[in-house]
C-alpha cells in the first residue's frame, strides 16, 4: 500500500528558506518517479518539481529554477524540497506523489499516488 507523508509547511517572510519532506512507505522507493505539487487557493495543482529515483534525474518548473532543490535520500525513503528564496506567490499547500511513470514528467495527471498536503504561507 503506497503511502506518502509530506511535512515541513510553515509561515516564512519573502526571502526565506524551508525544507519540505516527504516520507514513502509501500513501495519500491528507488523504481519510482516522486514529484512535488503545489495548489494555491483559487488556482488548480500545479507541478513544482520531481526526482526519478531510477536515474537520479531532476526536473523544476521554470518558476522555481535555481531556488528550489529536490533530493532524495534513498536509504529512508525520503524525498526533500528545500526551497529558498521564498516568494509570496509560493504560498500553497504543497503536495508529494509517487508513480512509475516511463517518462518523469511534473504533471499531476500522471501520478496516481498522493500523500497529504503541507502548508507553505509566505509573507512579504
Known amino acids: 500500500d503506497v503511502q506518502l507523508q509530506a511535512s515541513g509547511g510553515g509561515l516564512v517572510q519573502a526571502g526565506g528558506s524551508l525544507r519540505l519532506s516527504c516520507a514513502a512507505s509501500g513501495f519500491t522507493f528507488d523504481d519510482y518517479v516522486i514529484g512535488w505539487f503545489r495548489q494555491a487557493p483559487g488556482k488548480e495543482r500545479e507541478g513544482v518539481s520531481c526526482?526519478?529515483?531510477?536515474?537520479?534525474?531532476?526536473f523544476y518548473v521554470d518558476s522555481v529554477k535555481g531556488r528550489f532543490t529536490i533530493s532524495s535520500d534513498n536509504a529512508n525513503n525520503t524525498v526533500y524540497l528545500q526551497m529558498n528564496s521564498l516568494k509570496p506567490e509560493d504560498t500553497a499547500v504543497y503536495y508529494c506523489?509517487?508513480?512509475?511513470?516511463?517518462?518523469?514528467?511534473?504533471?499531476?495527471?500522471?501520478?496516481?499516488?498522493w500523500g497529504q498536503g503541507t502548508l507553505v504561507t509566505v509573507s512579504s
Open positions: 526526482i526519478d529515483n531510477r536515474d537520479g534525474r531532476t
Open positions: 506523489a509517487a508513480d512509475q511513470i516511463s517518462v518523469a514528467v511534473i504533471l499531476p495527471e500522471f501520478y496516481d499516488h
